[in-house]
């Protein structure tokens, strides 16, 4: 089945530093990726549509200069947490929309980010 | 986009089955219903998805009545590794669109 990859799967910061995630499509092309972030024992909380080509839809309250969103090709987005603080500390998860017929979504496996 | 409500949390037993119920009151024509697991740590798995009456596959069954504004999940004769977080999303899933996350349901299947 289609994967979606996420990298690096764990990261540990010091407060300031800046950190890049990256979510790959590997299988299929994407045109649509998403960006959420989960704190523990809650659920999902969609921050972010990254369109292919163009510049990211941010959600309400979501700061875009804080988390920059590329997505440069049909098969990578990336997430760059800016100045990272200990409350950007969460687990952060992309999915991925098939661009061709059945327009599937598969989630990557989430990456743990930790600001010291 | 619909908003669902699901109950927080269940228990359950090895070898049940386990009824999992999501409203959806305000469903729009074009939404499909959803459902994902996700184990701590990990990114949600899709299960199933049905549009309406009844949907089986390998590991679960989604019954959606004819009104559309509820679903429910049944997982036949759970086991210890069922034990995870359930979401039902509702949207228009095989488009472009955003899926929404609800608070989803911890379920909990002991010995």
């Known amino acids: 089945g289609a994967v979606v990859s996420q990298h690096p799967s764990r990261v540990i910061c010091k407060s300031g530093t800046s950190v890049k995630i990256e979510c790959r499509s590997l299988?299929?092309?994407?045109?649509?990726m998403f960006w959420y972030r989960q704190f523990p024992k809650k659920s999902l909380m969609l921050m972010a549509t990254s369109n292919e080509g163009s510049k990211a839809t941010y959600e309400q309250g979501v700061e875009k200069d804080k988390f920059l969103i590329n997505h440069a090709s049909l098969t990578l987005s990336t997430l760059t947490v800016t100045s990272a603080h200990p409350e950007d500390s969460s687990f952060y998860i992309c999915?991925?929309?098939?661009?061709?017929?059945?327009?599937?979504?598969?989630f990557g496996e989430g990456s743990r980010l930790t600001v010291l | 986009l619909a908003k669902t409500t699901q109950p927080i949390s269940m228990d359950s037993y090895e070898g049940q089955e386990v009824n999992i119920t999501c409203s959806h009151n305000n469903i729009a024509t074009n939404d499909y219903i959803t459902w994902y697991q996700q184990f701590p740590s990990q990114g949600p798995r899709f299960i199933i998805q049905g549009y309406k009456t009844k949907v089986t596959n390998e590991v679960a069954s989604l019954f959606i009545p004819a009104d559309r504004k509820s679903s429910t999940l049944s997982l036949p004769r759970v086991s210890l590794s069922d034990t995870a977080v359930y979401y039902c999303l509702v949207g228009v899933y095989n488009q472009g669109g955003k899926l929404i996350f609800g608070q989803g349901t911890e379920l909990s299947v002991k010995p």
């Open positions: 999915s991925a929309r098939d661009s061709g017929e059945t327009g599937e979504l598969f």
């Open positions: 299988d299929f092309q994407a045109t649509t």
